[in-house]
């Protein structure tokens, strides 16, 4: 369930992810960052995308877990490269 796009999950599956989410705070925010993270890519353009990657890198950052400061570390530092997805939209899937 944590790892399917919330709109795939059917109701009984998005009830179980709720109270699942309730009862662990840590994991219910790494797995809000990680839909926010995949707006990303439902940005209209560019510049709200690099805005939108700004916001969550610093959400992530400041989570005060140490495996999403890492991750916003990551992301931060190849943060063009995403990007660069608003400029040549293909991908490797």
């Given at each position: 369930?944590?790892?399917k796009n919330e709109e795939d999950l059917d109701d009984?599956?998005?009830?179980?992810?709720?109270?699942?989410?309730?009862?662990?705070?840590?994991?219910?925010?790494?797995?809000?960052?990680?839909?926010?993270?995949?707006?990303?890519?439902?940005?209209?353009?560019?510049?709200?995308?690099?805005?939108?990657?700004?916001?969550?890198?610093?959400r992530a950052g400041s989570s005060g877990n140490e495996?999403?400061n890492k991750l916003a570390n990551t992301i931060e530092?190849?943060?063009?490269?995403?990007?660069?997805?608003?400029?040549?939209?293909?991908?490797?899937?």
């Amino acid at each position: 369930m944590l790892l399917k796009n919330e709109e795939d999950l059917d109701d009984d599956n998005k009830k179980r992810l709720a109270e699942l989410l309730a009862l662990n705070t840590p994991l219910s925010i790494a797995y809000i960052l990680k839909e926010d993270l995949r707006q990303i890519w439902e940005q209209k353009n560019k510049r709200m995308a690099k805005t939108a990657l700004e916001n969550w890198v610093l959400r992530a950052g400041s989570s005060g877990n140490e495996h999403l400061n890492k991750l916003a570390n990551t992301i931060e530092n190849h943060a063009e490269g995403i990007l660069n997805w608003y400029d040549f939209p293909i991908n490797s899937g």
